[in-house]
């Protein structure tokens, strides 16, 4: 089966643009889940959807951050705009209901603000 | 959620044995243990999880002790393949729950 699909791999953008990541999970997994790494630091948990509804959020920084899960399908994590405190590495879980024995994480994408 | 401890780096040399130990003293009584590995330009990659006792599987084996405080993560006659960074995270198995990532235990494999 096809595993977790991220895109772009890699982003560089400017101070105050907007970036668009996307993320094809595993077909059937209900649940998909956004992490991210910025330098230097763990690898923090942002946000769960199940389905197209969101949740938890808790791990969102702020309000320039917004998840999408439209059809609850593949989704979308919009950055508007962008800071360069947001530079780091962008990853996609998902997984299926129930009990699991694990998450398959996609590849990230690398997000670079300038 | 239960906090882990685990070495920050380790070093080995292609066919030995590497066991890696966490510590996870405040783990709950509906906590896994569950370890990912994930390589340079990779997303972590679940690896085994357990939740009492020994549990082996193709990659790795996972030691828990009766207390559960701890666990160690035993890669049988590692390869330079096996260099990569290794999580322990303790959490309940079931979807939705937020896993929290500490530093890794970083291994280098050397020839």
């Known amino acids: 089966e096809a595993g977790v699909t991220q895109f772009p791999s890699h982003s560089v953008i400017e101070k105050g643009q907007t970036v668009t990541l996307r993320c094809d999970p595993i077909?059937?997994?209900?649940?998909l889940y956004w992490y991210r790494r910025v330098m230097g630091k763990e690898i923090k948990f942002l946000l769960h959807?199940?389905?197209?509804?969101?949740?938890?959020e808790s791990g969102m920084p702020n309000n320039r951050f917004l998840a999408e899960r439209t059809g609850g399908t593949y989704s979308t994590l919009k950055v508007q705009p962008a800071e360069l405190e947001d530079s780091g590495v962008y990853f996609c879980?998902?997984?299926?209901?129930?009990?699991?024995?694990?998450?398959?994480f996609g590849s990230g994408t690398r997000l670079t603000v300038v | 959620l239960a906090k882990t401890t685990q070495p920050i780096s380790m070093d080995s040399y292609e066919g030995q044995e590497v066991n890696i130990t966490c510590s996870h003293n405040n783990i709950a009584t509906n906590d896994y243990i569950t370890w990912y590995q994930q390589f340079p330009s990779q997303g972590p990659r679940f690896i085994i999880q357990?939740?009492?006792t020994k549990v082996t599987n193709e990659v790795a084996s996972l030691f828990i002790p009766a207390d559960r405080k701890s666990s160690t993560l035993s890669l049988p006659r590692v390869s330079l393949s096996d260099t990569a960074v290794y999580y322990c995270?303790?959490?309940?198995?079931?979807?939705?729950?937020?896993?929290?990532f500490g530093k890794g235990t970083t291994l280098s494999v050397s020839s």
């Open positions: 879980a998902s997984s299926q209901t129930g009990y699991y024995y694990g998450y398959t």
């Open positions: 959807f199940v389905k197209e509804s969101k949740q938890d």
């Open positions: 357990g939740y009492k």
């Open positions: 077909s059937g997994h209900d649940n």
């Open positions: 995270l303790v959490a309940f198995n079931q979807a939705g729950t937020a896993l929290i």
